[in-house]
C-alpha cells in the first residue's frame, strides 16, 4: 500500500502516524509538506531516525502530487488539495480543543474543497473518512460540523500512544540549551486567539517578568512556545525576543520557525496554556498542566483573533461561549482564575508531578480513548479498510 502525507503542518498526529506507518510491512509512505530542509533540523527527526522520504510543496506537486508515486490513499490535517492525489483519503484533523464553534458555517471552504476532489462528505461517501478523536469529537462533527456519520470515525489520537512511552532526558539534552537532566522544565504554550496572554489579568509585561522571575530564582527551566510568529503584532515578538535575551532559563520558539514540539512535551515537567489544543496531548505524559482561563470574565465582549486568506482578522466577540465547543472547566489538570492562583498551581505541580494524573486520566476516557496506546493501530486498520473497500 502506498500512503502520501499531505501536511499542513508535519507534527503530532500526522508525524506520529507517519512514523508507524513507516514501521508496518508492504507500507511505502511519502510526506509533501513545506519547509522540509527546517523540519530535518529538528531533534525529533534526529531522535527517531526517520526512514521516510519528505518532499517540498510546490505549484505543481500539490495539484498533481508527487512524480512518479501512485499513492492509494492521502492522509491530510486542515488543508485539503485542489485535486484528488488518490482514489481515496483520510482526514487527521491537526488538533483537539477548545475552541469552536467549527460549525458548517467555519467549515464551509473545507467542505467545498473536499467536494471538489474527493465528493461530498455531508451524504455517506465510500472514498474518504474523518478522523474522530472521541465519542464527543464524533458527536460534534456529526451534528456541527456537517460530516454524515457514516464517514467520521472514532480513532482516537496517534501522537498518544508515543507520547505514553517514557523517553530518557539524556537522550533529549542534545536538543536543548540548558540543563534539563537536572533541573525541571515547564513548557508555557498559548493559543494565539485570545491575544497577549495575560492581558486580561493585568500588564503583559509585567506579569510575564514576574512569572519568568519566578521560574529562575527556583533554577527551572522554561521553554516558551508559540504559534507561528507571523500571527503577532510585531511589537509583541520584540517583547518576547527580550525576554529570552533577559532571562537564561528561557528559551523561545515559534511554530513556523520551529515547527516540531514533540520534543518539548516529552522533556517538560509541566504545561501552563491557555487552552491551546497542545494540552489534549500533553495530557498523556500524565504530567501536571496548569490552565489559564483566557479571558476576564466569560460574558464580557473580546477580541477574537483569526487566521483568513487575507491575513489575521480581529473580530469583536460579545461572549466567549459563542466561540468554545465545551467549556474550559472541562480539563485535565488546575484551572487558574487569577494570576496568583495560576502561580500557585504552577508551584503545586512542580513539587506534586502526580497531582494532575486523575483528572488527565479522567479528561483522556471522556474525550479521547483513554490514550491506551492503540490508536495508530486503529487508524491504520481503518485505512487498510478504507482502501480495500
Not at 492581558?199 to 514576574?210: Q, Y
Not at 532571562?247 to 518539548?264: A, E, G
Request: overall charge negative.
Amino acid at each position: 500500500m502506498k500512503v502520501l502525507i499531505y501536511a499542513t503542518t508535519f507534527g503530532a498526529d500526522l508525524l506520529s502516524l507517519t512514523r508507524y506507518l513507516s514501521e508496518q510491512k508492504e507500507v511505502e509512505v511519502k510526506v509533501l509538506m513545506k519547509d522540509v530542509d527546517k523540519f530535518k533540523e529538528e531533534g525529533i527527526f534526529k531522535l527517531w531516525d526517520l526512514e521516510v522520504e519528505l518532499f517540498e510543496s510546490n505549484k505543481l506537486n500539490i495539484v498533481k502530487g508527487i512524480n512518479g508515486f501512485d499513492p492509494d490513499i492521502t492522509i491530510m490535517d486542515n488543508n485539503i488539495p485542489l485535486r484528488a492525489l488518490s482514489p481515496k483519503a483520510m482526514v487527521l484533523w491537526h488538533g483537539y480543543g477548545w475552541k469552536g464553534p467549527n460549525d458548517e458555517e467555519e467549515f464551509k471552504w473545507i467542505h467545498r474543497n473536499i467536494r471538489l476532489s474527493w465528493g461530498d462528505m455531508k451524504t455517506p461517501n465510500p472514498d474518504i473518512k474523518w478522523q474522530c478523536f472521541g465519542a464527543l469529537d464524533y458527536r460534534h462533527r456529526t451534528k456541527i460540523s456537517g460530516f454524515h456519520p457514516e464517514n467520521c470515525l472514532t480513532l482516537g489520537s496517534a501522537s498518544h500512544d508515543y507520547l505514553r512511552q517514557k523517553v530518557s532526558k539524556e537522550s533529549l539534552q542534545p536538543f536543548y540549551p540548558f540543563d534539563i537532566v537536572n533541573k525541571k522544565t515547564v513548557l508555557i504554550a498559548p493559543t494565539w486567539h485570545y491575544g497577549e496572554v495575560f492581558s486580561h489579568w493585568g500588564d503583559d509585561d509585567t506579569l510575564f517578568n514576574k512569572l519568568l522571575e519566578d521560574l529562575n530564582e527556583k533554577r527551572i527551566n522554561v521553554i516558551l512556545r508559540l504559534h507561528d510568529s507571523f500571527r503577532f503584532d510585531h511589537h509583541y515578538i520584540e517583547f518576547l525576543q527580550n525576554l529570552e535575551v533577559r532571562y537564561p532559563n528561557v528559551m523561545l520558539k515559534f511554530k513556523d520557525i520551529n515547527p516540531d514540539n514533540f520534543l518539548d512535551l516529552q522533556v517538560s515537567d509541566l504545561l501552563v496554556t491557555n487552552f491551546s489544543s497542545i494540552a489534549n496531548l500533553f495530557y498523556a505524559t500524565k504530567r501536571p498542566t496548569v490552565h489559564i482561563y483566557p479571558v476576564k470574565n466569560e460574558d464580557e465582549s473580546f477580541m477574537w483573533r483569526n487566521k483568513t486568506i487575507l491575513g489575521i482578522r480581529k473580530k469583536k466577540v460579545e461572549s466567549v461561549k459563542f466561540i468554545w465547543k465545551y467549556p474550559p472547566q472541562d480539563n485535565g489538570g488546575f484551572l487558574a482564575m487569577n494570576f496568583d492562583e495560576m502561580m500557585d498551581q504552577i508551584h503545586i505541580g512542580l513539587q506534586e508531578p502526580d497531582s494532575c494524573i486523575a483528572k488527565s486520566e479522567e479528561y483522556l476516557e471522556k474525550h479521547m480513548l483513554g490514550a491506551d496506546g492503540r490508536n495508530c493501530e486503529r487508524i491504520f486498520n481503518s485505512i487498510i479498510k478504507l482502501v480495500n473497500d
